[in-house]
């Protein structure tokens, strides 16, 4: 099983945000017992210890299919009981974690280009990551929103006409390659 470590740890409502006690107290309840946690979230400081399991953003997760079947099983019955905890928004993502670990399937991390976020903290931490991007993980809106970038033609322009840097502006230059910089997009010839 594949997949790119989470940036940053998961919210637990009513907690202090420790990954140390979280996952310790949430793999109890949930699978009932501890899970080794030998990974550093991907944009948490590098003085970070080792705090979380295979614990993956899930833009990119892959495997063989019997290893999918199998974790697909296992999952249905775990995360209701992190559902219960962290509710239905984060609980997919926490209880991949959980599902792994308690079916003790052969886990990879992949590099940050497989779930690169267009975030400043991952353009400078992960730099040599930048030029190989297989999956642009859009989270920061501060520049543009994605969802009214095609909506109409003025908002087309004014998006491929803004000063980015970074992962940001690799977005931008795939769009304009991609659609030659017109709007609407080039019937394919």
Known sequence: MAGTIAHLHFPWQGREG????????LAQLAIGRQVPRPYKYTLAGDDRLAEAPFYINMGVFAGPPDLLSRFHAGDLKIRPAVAAQLG???APQVSLA?????????VRALPMR????NDPRADARYTQELP???FLHY?????????????????F???LHLPLSGSNLLFQQFVMKVTGGRYP????Q
């Open 114 to 117: 497989y779930n690169f976020p």
């Open 157 to 159: 322009e004014d998006f």
């Open 88 to 90: 239905n928004w984060w």
């Open 139 to 155: 989270l920061r809106r501060k520049h543009f929103a994605r969802e009214r970038i095609f909506a109409e033609p003025k908002n």
């Open 98 to 106: 959980l599902t792994c670990a308690e079916l003790d399937l052969p």
């Open 185 to 188: 997009f080039p019937d394919e």
């Open 18 to 25: 420790d990954p140390q006690t979280d996952w310790r107290e």
């Open 132 to 134: 190989q991007i297989v």
